[in-house]
């Protein structure tokens, strides 16, 4: 069984940082393309940042570009997001995705495992 537990949301001040982490298990993730994803309320999902399934080509939204850097470390079986700069309009849910799939290209859709999600919550 697949399963994705996020961690390291909270709340913060616009400007301020902070690293999500999501950890996989039942899956090996050196092999899978994955995602972060973001839920604001009373909005749809988005993709926030991707990553083809060998981690050579990263991908990010155009509101996070040069903010958020993602990361992986296959040791730990945990994917990253690092968040700096952050604003108010970041304020979501935030969600790690794996495809069910094999050696997946970079991609801002088709992912199959998902996680809690963990709250993010930017002061102004």
């Known amino acids: 069984q697949v399963q994705l537990v996020e961690s390291g949301g909270g709340l913060v001040q616009a400007g301020g940082s902070l690293r999500l982490s999501c950890v996989i298990s039942?899956?090996?993730?050196?092999?899978?393309?994955m995602g972060w994803f973001r839920q604001a309320p009373g909005k749809a999902r988005e993709v926030v940042a991707g990553?083809?399934?060998?981690?050579?080509?990263?991908d990010y939204a155009d509101s996070v570009q040069g903010r958020f850097t993602m990361s992986r470390d296959l040791a730990k079986h945990a994917l990253y997001l690092q968040m700096n700069s952050l604003k108010h309009e970041d304020t979501a849910v935030y969600y790690c995705?794996?495809?069910?799939?094999?050696?997946?290209?970079?991609?801002?859709?088709?992912?199959?495992?998902w996680g809690q999600g963990t709250q993010v919550t930017v002061s102004s």
């Open positions: 995705s794996v495809e069910r799939g094999l050696f997946g290209n970079v991609r801002r859709s088709g992912y199959d495992y």
């Open positions: 039942g899956r090996a993730i050196g092999s899978s393309a």
């Open positions: 990553m083809s399934w060998n981690g050579d080509t990263n």
